[in-house]
């Protein structure tokens, strides 16, 4: 099995297109954010609005979590059972969305786009898929923040803690 961050690896075109995923998904979880909260503010008490706010609000969580995943690991779950159980301790979920934007209709990898040692005599691609649970996302964006602020894995926010920027 190939791992994802494997595959981005292979050239700078590749690269580029992990940059570019890992945008959409970060630019799409801060837009939905965005559209779901100004509906939310601007609603008077009509539910159709609060309803349609509080899906792109949902979005928002869906896409922020494919890209802490992503950022982490190259892939994610496609499911959304699958990104919940990325986040839930002890527990673990494969990612599988970069595995179906590379496979062709009948399932086989592309050779164009998936140049991965061969396996059944050159007839088949190794898959590629990996699974992450909540350790890995912990351990790979804590490198991120000063240990001191980090506080069960959660950043910890300066009005939770009484403390003033």
């Not at 994802?4 to 945008?23: A, C, D, I, S, T």
Request: hydrophobic letters at 35%; charged letters at 25%.
């Amino acid at each position: 099995m190939t791992l994802p961050n494997e595959y981005w690896r292979e050239g700078r075109e590749r690269q580029g297109q992990y940059l570019y995923v890992g945008f959409c998904e970060f630019a799409s979880g801060v837009l939905d954010y965005c559209e779901g909260a100004e509906l939310l503010h601007d609603s008077t008490s009509r539910s159709t609005r609060r309803n349609w706010a509080a899906t792109i609000l949902y979005y928002s969580l869906v896409h922020t979590a494919r890209f802490i995943i992503f950022a982490t690991t190259g892939d994610f779950p496609k499911g959304h059972a699958g990104l919940i159980r990325c986040f839930e301790r002890g527990k673990r979920a494969e990612t599988n969305w970069l595995q179906g934007l590379i496979a062709g209709p009948d399932g086989e990898l592309f050779a164009a786009r998936a140049p991965f040692p061969e396996d059944d005599g050159g007839r088949r691609r190794a898959p590629i898929s990996t699974t992450v649970g909540f350790s890995e996302l912990s351990e790979h964006w804590s490198r991120l923040v000063p240990h001191k602020e980090i506080d069960e894995g959660f950043v910890v926010h300066p009005c939770r803690t009484g403390q003033r920027s």
